[in-house]
């Protein structure tokens, strides 16, 4: 079956760094478009960015010029460099594989000011 298995989240202080990871089995991989998706306490789930197989990116106009998604196809994993981290990046952060709506368990993201 489809898995998605986040990593990378943590504590770090404003204008700190993180990579997060996302490594998915069960599908093939490279012809999926995947994104990245946060939530934050108490508020919806929001669009942070996504992917293409043709490596085509999107970003949610917050994190532009901060975030980068990447993706690894030999690896089946995604990623998302987070730059410049602001506390209100923090949130539990969710790899998605958009076309099949898998969902991993997430990874907090907490940013101190």
């Known amino acids: 079956q489809v898995q998605l298995v986040e990593s990378g989240g943590g504590l770090v202080q404003a204008g700190g760094s993180l990579r997060l990871s996302c490594a998915a089995s069960?599908?093939?991989?490279?012809?999926?478009?995947m994104a990245w998706y946060r939530q934050a306490s108490g508020k919806q789930r929001e669009f942070v960015a996504d992917?293409?197989?043709?490596?085509?990116?999107n970003y949610a106009d917050s994190v532009k010029g901060r975030f980068t998604i990447s993706r690894d196809n030999a690896k089946k994993t995604v990623y998302l460099q987070m730059n410049s981290l602001k506390p209100e990046d923090t949130a539990v952060y969710y790899c998605?594989?958009?076309?099949?709506?898998?969902w991993g368990r997430g990874t907090q993201v907490t940013v101190s000011s």
């Open positions: 998605t594989q958009v076309s099949g709506g898998y």
């Open positions: 069960g599908m093939f991989f490279s012809i999926k478009t």
């Open positions: 992917i293409t197989s043709a490596h085509t990116t």
